[in-house]
Nanobody
Framework: QVQLVESGGGLVQSGESLRLTCIVS????????MAWFRQAPGQQRELVAN???????AYGHPVKGRFTISRDNAKNSISLQMNSLKPEDTAIYYC???????????????WGQGTQVTVTS
């Protein structure tokens, strides 16, 4: 069974930093695009950042210059370094991956359970 396990959320003050990590576990053949999304209360889920296996990255406009996504293909993991956090960054952060499971016939979308990030002013 394929699982995405996130860690690293928490409560911080404005201007502080947090680092999120997501690890893919299970029997898999390939992990393609990986990403972080977030969803604040009453808001739609939005892209924070994504990264290809070749480490080509893209960021959502609100986090450009403050967040950095990175990837370790050997560990099937991604991280999100979040600096200069603002109260508007408060949300549940979800890890996403496009994965070909060992017993699958095509790639599918997989999501983590989410980790809460709360930034106080």
């Amino acid at each position: 069974q394929v699982q995405l396990v996130e860690s690293g959320g928490g409560l911080v003050q404005s201007g502080e930093s947090l680092r999120l990590t997501c690890i893919v576990s299970g029997d898999i053949i390939k992990v393609s695009l990986m990403a972080w999304f977030r969803q604040a209360p009453g808001q739609q889920r939005e892209l924070v950042a994504n990264i290809t296996p070749a480490s080509k990255v893209a960021y959502g406009h609100p986090v450009k210059g403050r967040f950095t996504i990175s990837r370790d293909n050997a560990k099937n993991s991604i991280s999100l370094q979040m600096n200069s956090l603002k109260p508007e960054d408060t949300a549940i952060y979800y890890c996403y991956a496009s994965i070909m499971p060992y017993f699958g016939i095509r790639e599918d979308d997989y999501w983590g359970q989410g980790t809460q990030v709360t930034v106080t002013s």
